[in-house]
Protein backbone atom coordinates (compact mmCIF):
# COMPACT_ATOMS: atom_id res chain seq x y z
CA UNK A 1 0.00 0.00 0.00
CA UNK A 2 2.77 2.23 0.59
CA UNK A 3 4.43 1.72 -2.43
CA UNK A 4 1.24 2.22 -4.11
CA UNK A 5 0.49 5.74 -2.41
CA UNK A 6 4.56 6.73 -3.27
CA UNK A 7 3.80 5.63 -7.13
CA UNK A 8 0.59 7.26 -6.85
CA UNK A 9 2.53 10.42 -5.05
CA UNK A 10 4.87 10.40 -8.63
CA UNK A 11 2.29 10.53 -10.93
CA UNK A 12 -0.20 12.53 -9.63
CA UNK A 13 2.31 15.19 -9.62
CA UNK A 14 3.68 14.21 -13.10
CA UNK A 15 0.54 14.40 -14.80
CA UNK A 16 -0.39 17.87 -13.02
CA UNK A 17 3.04 19.02 -14.23
CA UNK A 18 2.37 18.15 -17.26
CA UNK A 19 -1.13 19.63 -17.39
CA UNK A 20 0.00 23.17 -15.67
CA UNK A 21 3.92 23.26 -16.49
CA UNK A 22 4.31 26.78 -15.69
CA UNK A 23 2.55 27.07 -12.42
CA UNK A 24 4.63 24.05 -10.88
CA UNK A 25 7.95 23.81 -9.26
CA UNK A 26 10.25 23.61 -10.79
CA UNK A 27 8.33 25.87 -13.60
CA UNK A 28 8.81 25.77 -17.38
CA UNK A 29 7.53 27.37 -20.78
CA UNK A 30 6.61 23.84 -21.47
CA UNK A 31 6.20 20.41 -19.73
CA UNK A 32 9.80 18.35 -20.57
CA UNK A 33 8.70 15.14 -21.61
CA UNK A 34 12.50 14.13 -20.21
CA UNK A 35 12.27 15.00 -16.77
CA UNK A 36 8.83 13.47 -16.73
CA UNK A 37 10.54 9.94 -18.04
CA UNK A 38 13.66 9.96 -15.97
CA UNK A 39 11.28 10.57 -12.87
CA UNK A 40 8.84 8.01 -13.62
CA UNK A 41 11.90 5.79 -14.23
CA UNK A 42 13.98 6.20 -11.37
CA UNK A 43 11.03 5.86 -8.70
CA UNK A 44 9.76 3.05 -10.46
CA UNK A 45 13.29 0.70 -10.72
CA UNK A 46 13.85 1.36 -6.49
CA UNK A 47 9.74 0.20 -5.92
CA UNK A 48 10.08 -2.74 -8.40
CA UNK A 49 12.63 -3.67 -6.33
CA UNK A 50 11.54 -3.75 -3.01
CA UNK A 51 8.74 -5.74 -4.09
CA UNK A 52 9.47 -8.81 -3.30
CA UNK A 53 7.35 -10.43 -6.40
CA UNK A 54 5.78 -9.76 -9.66
CA UNK A 55 2.29 -10.41 -8.12
CA UNK A 56 2.67 -7.82 -5.43
CA UNK A 57 4.28 -5.20 -7.99
CA UNK A 58 1.27 -5.69 -10.54
CA UNK A 59 -1.34 -4.94 -7.55
CA UNK A 60 0.46 -2.26 -6.52
CA UNK A 61 0.99 -0.40 -10.10
CA UNK A 62 -3.20 -1.20 -10.24
CA UNK A 63 -3.57 0.94 -6.52
CA UNK A 64 -1.18 3.54 -7.56
CA UNK A 65 -4.17 4.93 -9.91
CA UNK A 66 -6.74 5.90 -7.55
CA UNK A 67 -3.60 7.17 -5.39
CA UNK A 68 -2.51 9.47 -8.44
CA UNK A 69 -5.67 10.88 -9.84
CA UNK A 70 -6.20 11.77 -5.65
CA UNK A 71 -2.87 13.74 -5.76
CA UNK A 72 -3.82 15.17 -9.12
CA UNK A 73 -7.16 16.60 -8.18
CA UNK A 74 -5.70 17.62 -5.21
CA UNK A 75 -3.31 19.55 -6.49
CA UNK A 76 -5.59 21.20 -9.18
CA UNK A 77 -8.28 21.96 -6.76
CA UNK A 78 -5.65 23.63 -3.86
CA UNK A 79 -6.71 27.57 -4.46
CA UNK A 80 -10.31 26.69 -3.36
CA UNK A 81 -8.59 25.47 0.12
CA UNK A 82 -8.29 29.12 0.65
CA UNK A 83 -11.54 30.04 -1.17
CA UNK A 84 -10.19 31.11 -3.89
CA UNK A 85 -11.59 29.96 -7.54
CA UNK A 86 -14.74 27.55 -8.23
CA UNK A 87 -15.77 24.36 -10.08
CA UNK A 88 -13.53 21.78 -8.98
CA UNK A 89 -15.33 18.77 -10.88
CA UNK A 90 -14.21 21.04 -13.81
CA UNK A 91 -10.82 21.48 -12.59
CA UNK A 92 -10.50 17.13 -11.67
CA UNK A 93 -11.87 16.75 -15.21
CA UNK A 94 -9.26 18.91 -16.82
CA UNK A 95 -6.81 17.63 -14.76
CA UNK A 96 -7.54 14.23 -15.92
CA UNK A 97 -8.88 14.56 -19.13
CA UNK A 98 -5.30 16.59 -19.79
CA UNK A 99 -3.11 14.20 -17.73
CA UNK A 100 -4.65 10.77 -18.79
CA UNK A 101 -1.29 10.42 -20.92
CA UNK A 102 0.66 10.94 -18.35
CA UNK A 103 -1.65 8.51 -16.00
CA UNK A 104 -1.16 6.14 -18.57
CA UNK A 105 2.45 6.76 -19.02
CA UNK A 106 3.05 6.48 -15.22
CA UNK A 107 1.45 2.89 -15.50
CA UNK A 108 3.69 1.95 -18.54
CA UNK A 109 6.85 2.91 -16.89
CA UNK A 110 5.75 1.37 -13.01
CA UNK A 111 5.29 -1.94 -15.06
CA UNK A 112 8.86 -1.38 -16.87
CA UNK A 113 10.57 0.18 -13.95
CA UNK A 114 9.09 -2.41 -12.06
CA UNK A 115 9.75 -5.07 -13.77
CA UNK A 116 13.48 -4.05 -14.09
CA UNK A 117 13.74 -3.16 -10.37
CA UNK A 118 12.38 -6.97 -9.90
CA UNK A 119 15.05 -9.25 -12.12
CA UNK A 120 18.06 -6.71 -10.64
CA UNK A 121 16.64 -8.42 -6.93
CA UNK A 122 16.30 -11.73 -8.32
CA UNK A 123 19.77 -11.64 -10.08
CA UNK A 124 21.48 -10.23 -6.48
CA UNK A 125 19.87 -13.28 -4.99
CA UNK A 126 21.12 -15.92 -7.67
CA UNK A 127 24.23 -13.46 -7.25
CA UNK A 128 24.57 -13.77 -3.60
CA UNK A 129 23.21 -17.32 -3.62
CA UNK A 130 26.20 -18.98 -5.54
CA UNK A 131 29.02 -16.97 -3.87
CA UNK A 132 30.62 -19.37 -1.23
CA UNK A 133 30.14 -18.28 1.96
CA UNK A 134 33.20 -16.58 3.96
CA UNK A 135 35.12 -17.80 6.71
CA UNK A 136 36.36 -15.76 9.20
CA UNK B 1 36.68 -22.78 13.06
CA UNK B 2 33.56 -21.01 13.11
CA UNK B 3 31.36 -20.33 10.03
CA UNK B 4 29.17 -17.29 9.59
CA UNK B 5 26.21 -16.17 7.45
CA UNK B 6 27.98 -14.26 4.51
CA UNK B 7 26.35 -10.27 4.78
CA UNK B 8 22.93 -10.69 2.71
CA UNK B 9 23.29 -8.21 -0.30
CA UNK B 10 19.92 -8.25 -1.12
CA UNK B 11 18.77 -6.75 2.15
CA UNK B 12 21.31 -4.08 2.25
CA UNK B 13 20.57 -2.80 -1.47
CA UNK B 14 16.79 -3.05 -0.32
CA UNK B 15 17.63 -0.88 2.93
CA UNK B 16 19.21 1.19 0.22
CA UNK B 17 15.88 0.99 -1.97
CA UNK B 18 13.71 1.93 1.08
CA UNK B 19 16.46 4.99 1.88
CA UNK B 20 16.30 6.01 -1.86
CA UNK B 21 12.19 5.89 -1.98
CA UNK B 22 11.99 7.90 1.66
CA UNK B 23 14.21 10.65 -0.04
CA UNK B 24 12.37 10.71 -3.11
CA UNK B 25 8.83 10.88 -1.31
CA UNK B 26 10.24 13.73 0.81
CA UNK B 27 11.40 15.28 -2.16
CA UNK B 28 7.93 14.80 -4.47
CA UNK B 29 5.76 16.08 -1.25
CA UNK B 30 7.84 19.29 -1.06
CA UNK B 31 7.59 19.90 -4.84
CA UNK B 32 3.73 19.31 -4.91
CA UNK B 33 3.41 21.85 -1.85
CA UNK B 34 5.57 23.62 -3.43
CA UNK B 35 3.83 23.68 -7.03
CA UNK B 36 0.39 24.31 -5.08
CA UNK B 37 1.45 27.07 -2.91
CA UNK B 38 2.14 28.51 -6.58
CA UNK B 39 -0.28 27.46 -8.42
CA UNK B 40 -2.63 29.39 -5.36
CA UNK B 41 -1.03 32.48 -5.87
CA UNK B 42 -1.74 32.70 -9.47
CA UNK B 43 -4.92 31.96 -8.99
CA UNK B 44 -5.18 34.02 -6.50
CA UNK B 45 -3.24 37.41 -8.42
CA UNK B 46 -5.59 36.14 -11.25
CA UNK B 47 -8.66 36.79 -9.22
CA UNK B 48 -8.02 39.32 -6.78
CA UNK B 49 -5.61 42.36 -8.81
CA UNK B 50 -8.19 44.98 -9.94
CA UNK B 51 -7.99 48.53 -11.40
CA UNK B 52 -8.74 51.90 -10.26
CA UNK B 53 -8.63 54.01 -12.76
CA UNK B 54 -9.14 58.23 -13.61
CA UNK B 55 -9.13 60.05 -16.78
CA UNK B 56 -8.12 64.27 -17.07
CA UNK B 57 -8.69 65.73 -20.15
CA UNK B 58 -7.03 68.62 -20.49
CA UNK B 59 -6.40 71.35 -23.85
CA UNK B 60 -4.00 73.70 -24.80
CA UNK B 61 -4.49 76.50 -27.44
CA UNK B 62 -8.18 77.43 -26.17
CA UNK B 63 -8.60 81.25 -26.72
CA UNK B 64 -10.42 83.50 -25.13
CA UNK B 65 -14.07 82.77 -26.34
CA UNK B 66 -13.42 78.97 -25.09
CA UNK B 67 -12.54 77.57 -29.09
CA UNK B 68 -9.97 74.94 -29.57
CA UNK B 69 -7.28 76.84 -32.06
CA UNK B 70 -5.65 75.48 -34.85
CA UNK B 71 -2.70 74.80 -32.71
CA UNK B 72 -4.57 73.93 -29.96
CA UNK B 73 -4.23 70.15 -28.43
CA UNK B 74 -5.87 67.39 -26.26
CA UNK B 75 -3.92 65.60 -23.99
CA UNK B 76 -5.68 63.04 -21.97
CA UNK B 77 -4.02 61.23 -19.33
CA UNK B 78 -4.54 58.22 -18.14
CA UNK B 79 -3.80 56.90 -14.70
CA UNK B 80 -4.70 53.22 -13.22
CA UNK B 81 -3.93 52.73 -9.64
CA UNK B 82 -3.10 48.71 -9.68
CA UNK B 83 -3.76 47.45 -6.48
CA UNK B 84 -2.05 43.37 -6.23
CA UNK B 85 -3.49 41.81 -2.87
CA UNK B 86 -1.92 39.17 -3.92
CA UNK B 87 1.86 37.94 -3.18
CA UNK B 88 2.96 37.77 -6.61
CA UNK B 89 5.14 40.72 -8.13
CA UNK B 90 3.28 41.93 -11.31
CA UNK B 91 4.51 44.56 -14.48
CA UNK B 92 2.28 46.09 -15.83
CA UNK B 93 3.41 45.57 -20.01
CA UNK B 94 0.74 46.68 -22.07
CA UNK B 95 -1.94 49.14 -21.83
CA UNK B 96 -4.73 49.93 -24.67
CA UNK B 97 -6.82 52.94 -24.64
CA UNK B 98 -9.38 54.83 -26.54
CA UNK B 99 -11.50 58.15 -26.09
CA UNK B 100 -14.71 59.16 -27.91
CA UNK B 101 -16.28 62.42 -27.23
CA UNK B 102 -19.82 62.72 -27.26
CA UNK B 103 -20.66 64.56 -31.08
CA UNK B 104 -22.82 66.99 -29.01
CA UNK B 105 -23.58 68.79 -32.70
CA UNK B 106 -24.45 65.46 -33.90
CA UNK B 107 -26.94 64.79 -31.58
CA UNK B 108 -28.67 68.01 -31.83
CA UNK B 109 -28.79 68.38 -35.38
CA UNK B 110 -26.24 71.15 -35.80
CA UNK B 111 -23.63 69.36 -37.56
CA UNK B 112 -24.48 65.68 -39.70
CA UNK B 113 -21.55 65.51 -40.84
CA UNK B 114 -20.36 62.77 -38.36
CA UNK B 115 -22.97 60.68 -37.94
CA UNK B 116 -22.49 57.84 -40.07
CA UNK B 117 -18.70 57.53 -38.45
CA UNK B 118 -20.17 58.26 -34.77
CA UNK B 119 -21.20 55.16 -32.38
CA UNK B 120 -24.83 55.58 -31.02
CA UNK B 121 -24.85 54.79 -27.82
CA UNK B 122 -28.50 54.04 -26.99
CA UNK B 123 -29.75 54.97 -23.29
CA UNK B 124 -33.83 54.13 -22.98
CA UNK B 125 -35.50 56.15 -25.07
CA UNK B 126 -32.23 58.66 -26.06
CA UNK B 127 -29.24 58.19 -28.42
CA UNK B 128 -26.09 59.35 -27.50
CA UNK B 129 -23.32 60.03 -30.57
CA UNK B 130 -19.94 59.13 -29.87
CA UNK B 131 -16.67 60.49 -31.89
CA UNK B 132 -13.72 58.61 -31.44
CA UNK B 133 -10.87 60.96 -30.81
CA UNK B 134 -7.88 58.57 -29.44
CA UNK B 135 -7.37 55.31 -30.12
CA UNK B 136 -3.31 54.43 -30.12
CA UNK B 137 -1.24 51.62 -30.58
CA UNK B 138 -0.58 50.18 -27.20
CA UNK B 139 1.87 51.24 -24.76
CA UNK B 140 4.39 48.79 -23.28
CA UNK B 141 4.73 50.50 -19.24
CA UNK B 142 6.64 47.78 -17.68
CA UNK B 143 5.76 49.04 -14.66
CA UNK B 144 6.56 46.86 -11.34
CA UNK B 145 3.38 46.49 -8.87
CA UNK B 146 4.73 45.05 -5.80
CA UNK B 147 3.15 42.09 -3.85
CA UNK B 148 0.39 43.16 -1.49
CA UNK B 149 0.81 46.60 -2.61
CA UNK B 150 -0.40 48.94 -5.27
CA UNK B 151 1.93 51.52 -7.79
CA UNK B 152 0.33 53.68 -10.66
CA UNK B 153 0.68 53.23 -14.16
CA UNK B 154 0.58 56.80 -15.95
CA UNK B 155 0.06 57.02 -19.58
CA UNK B 156 -1.03 60.30 -21.45
CA UNK B 157 -2.27 59.98 -25.28
CA UNK B 158 -2.05 63.67 -26.98
CA UNK B 159 -4.00 64.61 -30.21
CA UNK B 160 -3.64 67.68 -32.58
CA UNK B 161 -4.01 68.99 -36.03
CA UNK B 162 -0.72 67.42 -37.30
CA UNK B 163 -1.28 63.93 -35.41
CA UNK B 164 -4.93 63.64 -37.10
CA UNK B 165 -6.46 66.28 -39.09
CA UNK B 166 -9.80 64.76 -39.65
CA UNK B 167 -10.33 63.68 -35.60
CA UNK B 168 -8.49 67.71 -34.59
CA UNK B 169 -11.40 69.14 -36.41
CA UNK B 170 -14.04 67.03 -34.96
CA UNK B 171 -12.46 68.29 -31.51
CA UNK B 172 -12.61 71.76 -32.75
CA UNK B 173 -16.41 71.79 -34.31
CA UNK B 174 -17.92 69.82 -30.38
CA UNK B 175 -15.92 71.76 -28.15
CA UNK B 176 -16.95 75.19 -30.04
CA UNK B 177 -20.12 73.38 -29.61
CA UNK B 178 -19.87 73.17 -25.87
CA UNK B 179 -17.66 76.51 -25.37
CA UNK B 180 -21.00 78.37 -26.76
CA UNK B 181 -23.49 76.06 -25.43
CA UNK B 182 -22.23 74.54 -21.97
CA UNK B 183 -19.96 77.37 -21.60
CA UNK B 184 -17.02 75.53 -21.39
CA UNK B 185 -14.74 73.54 -24.18
CA UNK B 186 -13.76 70.75 -21.87
CA UNK B 187 -17.85 70.40 -20.85
CA UNK B 188 -18.44 67.71 -23.71
CA UNK B 189 -18.77 64.47 -22.19
CA UNK B 190 -15.95 61.48 -22.93
CA UNK B 191 -16.12 58.10 -22.73
CA UNK B 192 -12.91 56.27 -21.68
CA UNK B 193 -11.79 52.63 -22.37
CA UNK B 194 -8.59 51.01 -21.99
CA UNK B 195 -7.31 47.48 -21.34
CA UNK B 196 -4.20 46.90 -18.71
CA UNK B 197 -2.11 43.69 -19.30
CA UNK B 198 -0.06 42.45 -15.82
CA UNK B 199 2.34 39.66 -16.40
CA UNK B 200 2.73 37.74 -13.45
CA UNK B 201 6.89 37.67 -12.00
CA UNK B 202 8.15 33.96 -12.20
CA UNK B 203 5.06 31.90 -14.86
CA UNK B 204 6.88 31.54 -17.82
CA UNK B 205 4.76 32.16 -20.94
CA UNK B 206 3.90 28.64 -22.67
CA UNK B 207 6.08 28.10 -25.38
CA UNK B 208 4.08 25.08 -27.43
CA UNK B 209 1.87 27.04 -29.64
CA UNK B 210 -0.27 23.97 -28.97
CA UNK B 211 -0.56 24.48 -25.63
CA UNK B 212 -4.02 24.82 -23.74
CA UNK B 213 -5.39 28.35 -23.45
CA UNK B 214 -5.27 28.09 -20.00
CA UNK B 215 -1.81 27.67 -20.40
CA UNK B 216 -1.39 30.42 -22.89
CA UNK B 217 -2.67 32.91 -20.96
CA UNK B 218 -2.17 31.95 -17.16
CA UNK B 219 0.49 34.37 -17.02
CA UNK B 220 -1.44 37.48 -18.12
CA UNK B 221 -3.40 39.60 -16.14
CA UNK B 222 -5.95 41.29 -18.19
CA UNK B 223 -8.35 43.85 -16.93
CA UNK B 224 -10.55 46.55 -18.41
CA UNK B 225 -11.81 49.58 -17.54
CA UNK B 226 -15.08 51.27 -19.33
CA UNK B 227 -17.06 50.68 -21.72
CA UNK B 228 -15.53 49.90 -25.39
CA UNK B 229 -17.92 51.55 -27.98
CA UNK B 230 -18.75 49.49 -31.33
Known sequence: MALAAFLGLVAGYSAFYAVYPNMTVPSAGEASFGYLLILLFVTSVPAGFVTSNVQDGVVQVFLSIPFSIAVASVLSVSPIFIGVGAQADVLVYDVIHNGFFIFLLALFMDVIGGSVGLSFRERLIVRASARPPRVR | ?230
Not at chain 2, 40 to 46: E, F, H, L, P
Request: aromatic share 10%; glycine share 6%.
Open chain 2, 1 to 230: MKWLRPADPVARVERAAWAFLGAIAVVLLLLSIASSANYTSIVVAQENVYVVPSFRVAFTGIDSNGSLEADGSVTVTADFDIVNPSDRFLHATQVTYCGWIEDLPAETGLNTSRVASDVVLVQGASSRYFFRMICPPPSMPRNPIPARGNASVVVAYSMDRRSDPPSFAALQNITDYAAHVLGSATAAPWNHWALVFLSIDGVPPATSPTAGSYILKIHLIARQVGTYLV
